[in-house]
C-alpha cells in the first residue's frame, strides 16, 4: 500500500471567495454567462493561433488567483485565512456532509472585510494560532483560534475569529515579509532541552520575537476585555503592550525568509571553534557553553545565513509599557498641581501632544545581531525556508529552482532535488505502530525489547510540490528514493502549519485529552477542495523491514475494507483473498484471515470462500516452501473450513418453526429413563412448577435468541498445536525442532479446536443456545445433533459442561415440560459415549460443582437426577466391560495350563471376584455423592421458593398487622428495604456461609417485604402444627396461603436452622443492620424491636439485645450526649448530620427506641433459663464458616442493672430534651454526678457499683427542677381547652370527631395515648422514682398545669393519686384565683366591676397581684368547671389552715358569677 491524497473539506462557495478578494477580475464573472454564439462577432472560422495562446494564457491567470493570496490553515483544521492587498476572509470548517461528493467538512464564511487603516496598507502575511482551553474538561480541542495578520506598515494585528481587533502594534517601520509560529513539543529523547513557544515576525532587516507565554497571556485578557466591553455595549478595550525581543539582521544583504531553531548548547568543541574562529587565538573560553538562540534566514549575500542569540544578552523592549505609565504620572500630576500653579490651561496642549505620540508611537532600535557563518553563493537568491518537525534540518527554495535540504546542527547542504521552479515544499513526520506481543507475532525479542527502550520510531517525509509541472511529489529526507507522486492541479497551493496549539506545556500534552489531531500538510486547489497526505511508515524503511513492513500496511488495509464492506462494489471474497495472498508472512497472513473471520456481518459462504482460497494457495506452494508457521497456517484453514461447515448445517438444523406444538413426555417414560419412581417424577415436577411461578416471570424469546452470527460462532473457539508422543528423535529435542525435521506433509503437527479460555459467559450461552437450543425444544434429534458436532472434535467433557450452562441459564424455557428433562437426558448419554474414561471421573466432578454453586435451583435439580443416572449407567457399563475383559483373559490363561487342579480353579475364579468388587465401590461413593446433591438442592429449592416470592402489603390478615405494631409502623411510613436487591442461593453459598446462613437469608426476605413477626411464628416448625386449626380462614387471599404453605415446608425440612427463637434473632438482626446503612428510616430499627419482643428464650433475647445496644446505639447515644452536653440544647439538623449522622427528627425517634432497647434488657430474666439448641440438620453438617449470630447472642454476658438504669436515665433524658427542644440544660453536667458520668457508655456488664450515699442537694433539686419542665412541655404541647377547633381534634382526641360537630370551640377530655401529654408525665414520674425525687410534687404540679390549660376533667383523674391534700388545695387556690383575676381584673367591664363591689376588698388586691402575671393557657374555663375547683380545694383544706378563709372567700365569688 502507497501513499494516499484523502479529501477532508471544501469551501462551500469557492466563487464567492474569489469574487470578493479579486472584485477586479472580470473573466471571473464570464464564467457563470452561457455563450450562445450571437454574442462574438467573429463566430471562429478565422481563429488564430496567437488568439489561442492568449486565451490560455488568461485561463491560467485565472485560475493562479489562489497562489497569489496570502493563506493559512490552521493545524487543527478548523478556521482557514485567506487576503489579498487589504481585503480578507475567514472561513470555518463546519460539519455538512453531502451524498454527491462524499465530504463531511465544508469551509463556511465567518467574516469578510477589509483590514487596512490606513489608505495604501495591504496585507502581506497571516498566521492561525490555535490557542489551548484551560478548562479541565476540554478534549483537546482549541479554546479559540487567534488570527496574526502582518502589514506592508510594519503593524502587527491580532483578531478573534469573528474578524474583531484584539492588538495592534508597530514594532517596526518596515513592510513584513513572514509570521512563523513554534509551539511547546515534548522532546523525543530524554536529555533534550524543551523548547519554548514564541512567535517571531520577519522584516527585511530585522527579526521580532515574542515570547508565547507572555502572548497567550496577553490574547487570553484581551478577549475577556472584548467580551465585557461586548456585554456593556462598548467597543473600546485596553489592549496590554507586548513584550518583545528585536535584532538586527547584520551582514546579509537581503532577506526574504527564516527559520527560528529554538535554544540549542554547542558541544566543547563547537565552543572552541566558534570563539577560535571570531575571537582568534587570544580568545578567552566560557567553562560552560552558553546557550543561545540559533535563527537561520535565506536570501541573498549569503544565500542561508546562520544567527546565534545568547541567551541574557537583551531585555525585552518595553517602550510602549514605560510611555503608558509616563503618561498616567503625567496626567496625575498635572491634575493634582492645576489647582496650585495654575497650569490648568495648558492641559489641551497637552493632550493634543499625548494623542500625536500615540498616533505616531515611538519604535524602539533593533540590537545587531551579527552573522555567524552562512552558505555563501552569489547569484542564489532565496525563497523560502521550511523547519522540519525534529528542528534538525530545514529546506529551502530558490531562484535556480532548486529545493535544498540543509543540516542545522552542522551547517552544510546535505541533498539537493532539480528542476522545481517556484516549489512549495512540507513536511510530514509518521510514527512506527507499537505492536504488542499479542498483535505483532513477527517482532523478534530484540525489537520488542529495542521498543520498549526507546519507543516507537519516526519517519520524516519531505513533500515538494511544483505548480508548473502539476505534480506532488514525496521523498525520503535524506537518502531515500521519491516514494510517491501525484498528478495534481497546477494552481494548487500547498500549506505545512509546522506548529501546533499554543498554551499546552509539559503536564497538559501528556494528558491524552489534551492531546489534538494536528494537520502536517495539507493541499488546496482552486476549486476549493482541500486534501491531505497519508504516507505509510513502512515507505522509510529499507528492503530488509518492508516485508514486515509491507504485511502491517495490508493488513491495515484489510480492516479499512472490512470496515466499509458495504461500499465494496467488486465481490467481497474477492478483494479480501487478493489481499490474503498478497501477505507475505504467514504469521501476520493468519492475524488477516482470523480478522476477516471476526469481522461482524460476513456471510458464512464469503467466509467460506476465503478459507477455502488460502487453503489452495498455501497447498499450491511446494511443501519443503511451507515453513513452520505456514503448515500451521494451512491445518488452520482446514479447521476454520469444518467449523464453518458444520455452522452451516446447525443453521439449517435450528430452524425455529413458531406453529408447532410441543407434545407432553409421560412421567412413567422419564421415570424408565431415570430409573425411578412415576411418583417420584411427578413430585419433582410439581416443585418445579412452583419454584417457576414464584421466582421467574414471563420472558418473551425472540428468534435471534437462538440464532449467531458466523463471526460470533467462529470466535467463540481458539485452535491449538497438539503433538504427537511418539517423536523419532531425542527426549531433549524440541516440538519446533522436530516439526522442521518432519516429513513433506508435516505429520507431527496436529491442530485441534477449543472453547476460548476468555470466553464470557453471555458468548458461551449464547454459543450453547445455538448449539443445543433447538435439540432441547424438540426441533430435531439428540443422535442428529451429536453427529455434527462431535466433527468439530472438542472435547465431549467441554460440550457437557457447556449443554448444563444452558440448562440452568434457561430454566424457565426448559422445566415446563417432561419432554425437555428427556432430552437433556438422551444429550448427555450421546456425548458421554464419546468421553475418554480417563476424563469421565473428572467430568462428573465439574458437573456436581457447576450444580453445587448454580443459583438456579429448579434446572439444578432435574438436571442433577438426570446427570446421576446417567453416571451411573456409564460407570456400570465401564465396570461390566472390564470384567469382560479380565473373564476373557483368565480363560486364556486356563487353556494354556491343563494341569492345574480345580482347587486352583476355584481359587483363581474366587480371586477374579474380588478384583472386580473394587470398581462397584466407586459406584456406590458415586450414587451417594449424587444423591446427597439432589437431596440438597430439593432443600435449597425450598428455600428459594421463598427468597424469591414477593407477597403484597395485603397479603396478611387484620390480627397479624395489629399483632406486630413495629410492622405495621414501617408499612405506613413505605420505608423498608430495597426490594430490588434480589436473594439468590446455592448449595455451594449454604456451605460455605456458616451455620447460620439459612436463617438470615429467611430473615432478609422478610426485611425486604416486611412480613409481620406473629406471620413467621405461626408458620415455624413448631407452632404450625399446633396453630394449623386456629388460623384456618385468617388469610386475606390465596397468595399469603400459599406463602404460609411454602414457609411451613420450609421449616419442615429445616426444623432446627428455623427454629422460632433463631429465626426471629435473624430477622431482628437484619432490620437493624438495614437500619445502620440507612439511619433516617427509624421505623427499621422500630420493625428489629418487634422481632425482638417475640423472642421466647430470654438468653437468646437478651443476647440479641445486648449486641444490638454495643454494635449499633451506644456510640450515637454518647455522640449525641456529649453535643448536647457542649451547646447545652437540642441540636439543629446540621450539627446532628455532622457529629451523629442523623437528622434531628431521626435523632429523637432513636432515642426514644433505644429507651425501649434498654428496657427490654432490663426486664430480661436469664438466670432460670436454659441454652437454646444451635445444631444443624444433618444433610448439612458438612457447613463451613463463621459463627452463627444466635452462637455468639448466647455468649454474651449477663448485664449489671445498675449499669443498665443508668443509661435508661441518661436516654430518658435525652429523649425529652429533644422531643420538647428545651434549652438551658447540660443533661451530663446538671443531672448526673462524676461516678455516674465515668460508668456512662462502658459495658453494661462492667462491675460498677451503686452508689450507697445520698445524692449531692444542688443535683437533686436540677433534677426536680428538669422534671417539672419536662411535665410542663408535655401539658403545653396540647392546645389550650375550650379554643381547639373541631377540624384539627383528631389528632388529640381519644375518640373518633362526630361526622357534624356543634359549631365553636370543642371541650377535649380524653386524649390519644401516644400523644406526649399523655406519656411523658407517667415517664417523668418514672424517672423522678429512679432519680429519688418528689414524686408527689410533681404530680401536684401537673394538676396545676392542666387547670391552667383548661383540661379539668384530666385534672381530677391526677388529682386523686396526689397525696399531700394540703399542699394540693393551696396550689389549687391559686389557679382559682387566677382564673377569678382573669374574669375581674383583666376582663373588666360594667358587670364585672358592679360584682367586684360586692366581694371583699382584699380579695379584690390578692387578684389584682395575680393578674400582674397571667400564666393562664386557658383563659375562659366554664364557670361550673371552676366551681367544681374550688369546692375540691376548699374540702381539702382543714379549717384549721390559714387559707381556708380566703377559700370561703372564693367559694363565695365563684358562686356571684352562676
Same mark, same amino acid.
Given at each position: ?830 456425548? $458421554? @459415549?464419546?468421553?475418554? /474414561? *480417563?476424563? =469421565? %471421573? ?8 457447576? !450444580?453445587? +454453586? ?102 396478611? $390478615? @387484620?390480627?397479624?398487622? /395489629? *399483632?406486630? =405494631? %413495629? ?8 420505608? !423498608?428495604? +430495597? ?480
Amino acid at each position: 500500500m502507497s501513499c494516499v491524497l484523502t479529501n477532508i473539506g471544501c469551501f462551500e462557495d469557492s466563487f464567492a471567495v474569489r469574487k470578493f478578494l479579486f472584485p477586479n477580475n472580470k473573466e471571473a464573472e464570464k464564467e457563470d454567462i452561457g455563450l450562445d454564439g450571437w454574442d462574438d462577432a467573429d463566430w471562429g472560422w478565422n481563429q488564430d493561433e496567437e488568439e489561442e495562446e492568449s486565451k490560455e494564457e488568461k485561463k491560467d491567470e485565472q485560475e493562479n488567483w489562489l497562489q497569489e493570496c496570502q493563506m493559512s490553515l490552521s493545524p487543527t483544521n478548523d478556521l482557514m485565512v485567506m487576503a489579498y492587498e487589504e481585503r480578507v476572509v475567514f472561513l470555518q470548517q463546519k460539519w455538512d456532509p453531502r451524498d454527491d461528493d462524499g465530504i463531511d467538512y465544508r469551509y463556511h464564511t465567518v467574516y469578510k472585510g477589509a483590514l487596512n487603516q490606513d489608505e495604501g496598507e495591504c496585507v502581506t502575511s497571516v498566521l492561525c494560532i490555535p490557542l489551548a482551553s484551560q478548562k479541565r474538561s476540554s478534549h483537546g480541542a482549541p479554546d479559540w483560534t487567534c488570527v496574526v495578520v502582518g502589514f506592508t506598515s510594519g503593524y502587527v494585528r491580532m483578531y478573534t475569529e469573528t474578524g474583531a481587533l484584539l492588538l495592534s502594534q508597530l514594532l517596526h517601520e518596515d513592510p513584513i515579509l513572514k509570521l512563523k509560529c513554534r509551539t511547546y513539543e515534548i522532546p523525543r529523547y530524554p536529555g533534550i532541552a524543551e523548547q519554548q513557544e514564541e512567535l517571531t515576525i520577519l522584516y527585511p532587516s530585522a527579526l521580532v520575537t515574542i515570547d508565547g507565554f507572555s502572548l497567550f497571556q496577553s490574547l487570553r485578557a484581551c478577549r475577556n476585555q472584548l467580551a465585557r466591553a461586548a456585554a456593556s455595549g462598548s467597543d473600546q478595550i485596553q489592549p496590554p503592550p507586548l513584550a518583545y525581543k528585536k535584532w538586527g539582521l547584520v551582514r546579509q544583504d537581503a532577506t526574504t525568509d527564516h527559520i527560528s531553531c529554538g535554544v540549542v548548547t554547542p558541544c566543547a568543541f563547537d565552543q572552541l571553534n566558534a570563539d577560535s574562529i571570531i575571537h582568534g587565538y587570544t580568545a578567552s573560553v566560557k567553562a560552560m557553553p552558553p546557550a543561545s538562540s540559533r535563527y537561520v534566514t535565506t536570501g541573498v549575500g549569503p544565500f542561508v545565513g546562520f544567527f546565534y542569540a545568547l541567551e541574557g544578552i537583551s531585555q525585552p523592549l518595553l517602550s510602549d509599557v514605560a510611555m503608558a505609565m509616563a503618561s498616567k504620572l503625567k496626567s496625575a500630576f498635572l491634575s493634582a498641581a492645576s489647582g496650585w500653579f495654575g497650569i490648568g490651561g495648558s492641559r489641551q496642549g497637552t493632550e493634543d501632544q499625548i494623542g500625536g505620540n500615540r498616533h505616531k508611537p515611538k519604535v524602539e532600535p533593533a540590537t545587531s545581531l551579527p552573522i555567524r557563518f552562512g552558505l555563501p553563493d552569489l547569484r542564489r537568491s532565496g525563497d523560502s525556508l521550511l523547519l522540519s518537525p525534529g528542528l534538525n534540518v530545514a529546506v529551502s527554495t530558490d531562484s535556480f529552482g532548486r529545493v535544498i535540504l540543509i543540516d542545522l546542527v552542522r551547517g552544510i547542504a546535505v541533498r539537493m532535488w532539480k528542476g522545481y521552479r517556484d516549489a512549495q515544499c512540507g513536511w510530514i513526520s509518521v510514527t512506527e505502530d507499537i505492536l504488542r506481543d499479542k498483535s505483532d507475532p513477527a517482532a523478534t525479542k530484540a525489537q520488542r525489547q529495542r521498543t520498549r527502550q526507546f519507543g516507537a520510531r519516526v519517519a520524516l517525509f519531505l513533500v515538494i510540490y511544483a505548480p508548473r509541472r502539476g505534480i506532488l511529489e514525496i521523498w525520503n529526507t535524506q537518502q531515500g528514493p521519491r516514494v510517491a507522486a501525484f498528478n495534481v492541479p497546477k494552481s494548487c497551493q500547498l500549506l505545512c502549519p509546522g506548529y501546533g496549539m499554543m498554551g499546552l506545556n509539559s503536564l497538559s500534552i501528556q494528558d491524552s485529552r489534551a492531546k489534538p489531531q494536528t494537520l502536517q500538510c495539507c493541499l488546496i486547489q482552486a476549486d476549493g477542495l482541500v486534501r491531505t497526505i497519508g504516507v505509510p511508515f513502512h515507505l522509510a524503511l529499507s528492503d530488509k523491514n518492508s516485508k514486515r513492513a509491507h504485511d502491517l500496511h495490508l493488513v491495515k488495509k484489510l480492516s479499512g475494507l472490512l470496515h466499509h464492506k458495504s461500499t465494496v462494489k467488486d465481490p467481497l471474497g474477492e478483494a479480501i483473498t487478493a489481499i490474503l495472498v498478497d501477505i507475505k508472512i504467514s504469521s501476520y497472513k493468519q492475524q488477516a484471515l482470523e480478522k476477516v473471520l471476526l469481522a461482524r456481518g460476513m456471510s458464512p459462504l464469503v467466509l467460506l470462500h476465503v478459507v477455502r482460497s488460502m487453503a489452495s494457495h498455501l497447498q499450491a506452494q511446494e511443501p519443503d516452501c511451507l515453513d513452520y508457521e505456514g503448515r500451521c497456517l494451512l491445518h488452520y484453514c482446514a479447521l476454520q473450513e469444518e467449523l464453518l461447515q458444520v455452522y452451516t448445517k446447525l443453521q439449517g438444523l435450528h430452524t425455529i418453526q413458531e406453529d408447532r406444538c410441543e407434545t407432553e413426555t409421560p412421567a412413567k417414560d422419564l421415570a424408565a429413563a431415570l430409573d425411578v419412581s412415576p411418583d417420584s417424577i411427578n413430585s419433582w415436577h410439581q416443585q418445579v412448577l412452583t419454584y417457576l411461578v414464584v421466582a421467574h416471570h414471563t420472558k418473551v424469546h425472540f428468534a435471534s435468541d437462538y440464532h449467531m452470527e458466523a463471526s460470533a460462532f467462529v470466535g467463540c473457539f481458539q485452535s491449538y498445536v497438539e503433538h504427537q508422543e511418539a517423536r523419532t528423535s531425542g527426549p531433549d529435542q524440541g516440538d519446533s525442532e522436530e516439526v522442521e525435521e518432519g516429513g513433506p506433509e508435516g505429520d507431527e503437527l496436529k491442530m485441534r479446536l477449543k472453547f476460548k479460555s476468555t470466553l464470557t459467559e453471555e458468548y458461551s450461552i449464547k454459543l450453547g443456545l445455538f448449539l443445543y437450543g433447538g435439540c432441547l425444544r424438540g426441533e430435531c434429534s439428540a443422535d442428529d445433533l451429536c453427529a455434527i458436532i462431535k466433527k468439530m472434535d472438542i472435547p465431549s467433557e467441554e460440550l457437557m459442561i457447556l449443554l448444563l450452562k444452558v440448562w440452568l441459564q434457561n430454566e424457565q424455557d426448559f422445566l415446563k415440560l417432561r419432554s425437555h428433562t428427556l432430552t437433556l437426558h438422551n444429550l448427555l448419554v450421546a456425548l $458421554s @459415549q464419546s468421553t475418554q /474414561a *480417563s476424563k =469421565k %471421573a473428572t467430568c462428573w466432578t465439574e458437573m456436581q460443582k457447576l !450444580l453445587s +454453586n448454580s443459583e438456579r435451583v429448579g434446572a439444578a435439580l432435574m438436571a442433577a437426577v438426570v446427570a446421576k443416572q446417567v453416571a451411573m449407567d456409564t460407570a456400570s457399563s465401564q465396570s461390566a466391560s472390564e470384567t469382560s475383559e479380565t473373564l476373557a483373559t483368565d480363560e486364556a490363561g486356563l487353556d494354556d495350563e491343563q494341569s492345574k487342579t480345580e482347587a486352583d480353579d476355584s481359587q483363581s475364579s474366587a480371586m477374579d471376584v474380588d478384583a472386580s468388587g473394587g470398581g462397584w465401590v466407586d459406584v456406590t461413593l458415586d450414587r451417594q455423592l449424587w444423591d446427597q446433591l439432589a437431596r440438597r438442592l430439593e432443600d435449597v429449592l425450598a428455600l428459594s421458593c421463598i427468597a424469591h416470592s414477593k407477597p403484597s402489603k395485603d397479603s396478611f $390478615s @387484620q390480627p397479624e398487622k /395489629a *399483632s406486630a =405494631k %413495629a410492622w405495621s409502623a414501617s408499612q405506613d411510613s413505605g420505608a !423498608l428495604v +430495597n426490594e430490588s436487591q434480589l436473594i439468590e442461593v446455592s448449595v455451594t453459598k449454604i456451605l460455605e456461609g456458616g451455620k447460620g446462613i439459612i436463617a438470615e437469608i429467611v430473615a432478609r426476605w422478610v426485611a425486604q417485604h416486611g412480613v409481620p413477626p406473629s406471620f413467621l411464628s405461626s408458620c415455624s416448625a413448631s407452632n404450625h402444627a399446633l396453630l394449623e386449626s386456629a388460623n384456618e380462614g385468617t388469610s386475606s387471599d390465596d397468595v399469603a396461603r400459599q406463602l404460609k404453605e411454602l414457609l411451613q415446608v420450609l421449616c419442615s425440612r429445616f426444623p432446627r436452622s428455623l427454629c422460632h427463637d433463631v429465626m426471629q434473632a435473624h430477622c431482628t438482626w437484619e432490620y437493624v443492620v438495614q437500619w445502620n446503612k440507612n439511619t433516617e428510616v427509624t421505623d427499621l430499627f422500630r420493625s428489629a424491636l418487634g422481632h425482638l419482643q417475640t423472642i421466647r428464650n430470654p438468653l437468646l433475647q437478651h443476647g440479641i439485645a445486648s449486641m444490638m445496644w454495643h454494635t449499633f446505639a451506644v456510640k450515637r447515644v454518647s455522640t449525641a450526649a456529649f453535643l448536647i452536653d457542649k451547646i447545652g440544647k437540642a441540636p439543629k439538623e446540621r450539627l446532628c448530620r455532622k457529629d451523629v449522622g442523623i437528622s434531628d427528627v431521626s435523632l429523637e425517634r432513636f432515642m426514644g427506641l433505644c429507651c425501649e432497647l434498654l428496657d427490654m434488657i432490663y426486664v430480661v430474666e436469664t438466670e432460670s433459663c436454659l441454652a437454646p439448641s444451635l445444631e444443624v440438620e444433618d444433610l448439612w453438617q458438612g457447613i463451613q464458616g463463621p459463627t452463627p449470630l444466635a452462637e455468639l447472642a448466647v455468649s454474651q454476658p449477663l448485664p449489671n442493672h445498675y449499669m443498665v438504669d443508668l443509661h435508661k436515665q441518661l436516654t430518658t433524658s435525652l429523649h425529652a430534651i429533644l422531643v420538647f427542644n428545651m434549652k438551658s440544660i447540660k443533661p451530663l453536667k446538671v443531672l448526673f454526678d462524676y461516678k455516674a458520668r465515668n460508668a456512662f457508655f462502658r459495658d453494661l456488664d462492667a462491675p460498677v457499683m451503686q452508689p450507697a450515699g445520698d445524692v449531692d442537694l444542688g443535683i437533686q433539686n436540677n433534677r426536680q427542677h428538669f422534671m417539672t419542665r419536662i411535665i410542663t412541655a408535655a401539658v403545653e404541647s396540647l392546645p389550650p381547652n375550650h379554643s381547639v377547633d373541631p377540624s384539627q381534634a383528631d389528632r388529640i382526641c381519644h375518640s373518633p370527631v362526630p361526622s357534624s360537630p356543634a359549631p365553636g370551640p370543642m371541650d377535649i377530655r380524653r386524649i390519644r395515648r401516644s400523644h406526649p401529654a399523655h406519656v411523658w408525665p407517667g415517664l417523668a414520674i418514672q424517672l423522678a422514682i429512679a432519680f429519688g425525687g418528689d414524686v408527689d410534687s410533681l404530680k401536684r404540679h401537673h394538676v396545676c398545669e392542666l387547670y391552667k390549660s383548661g383540661y379539668d376533667t384530666m385534672a381530677q383523674e391526677v388529682l386523686v393519686t396526689v397525696t399531700e391534700s394540703t399542699q394540693m388545695s393551696i396550689q389549687l387556690i391559686n389557679v382559682i384565683g387566677l382564673r377569678l383575676a382573669q374574669m375581674f381584673i383583666l376582663d373588666a367591664n360594667t358587670v364585672s366591676l358592679s360584682r367586684q363591689s360586692s366581694l371583699p376588698a382584699s380579695l379584690i388586691t390578692w387578684l389584682k397581684v395575680l393578674a400582674k402575671e397571667p400564666t393562664l393557657r386557658c383563659p375562659h374555663p366554664p364557670v361550673p368547671d371552676t366551681a367544681h375547683i374550688v369546692s375540691k380545694a376548699v374540702g381539702l383544706l382543714p379549717e384549721s389552715h390559714p387559707q381556708y378563709a380566703l377559700g370561703l372567700q372564693l367559694v363565695e365569688a365563684v358562686g356571684s358569677l352562676t
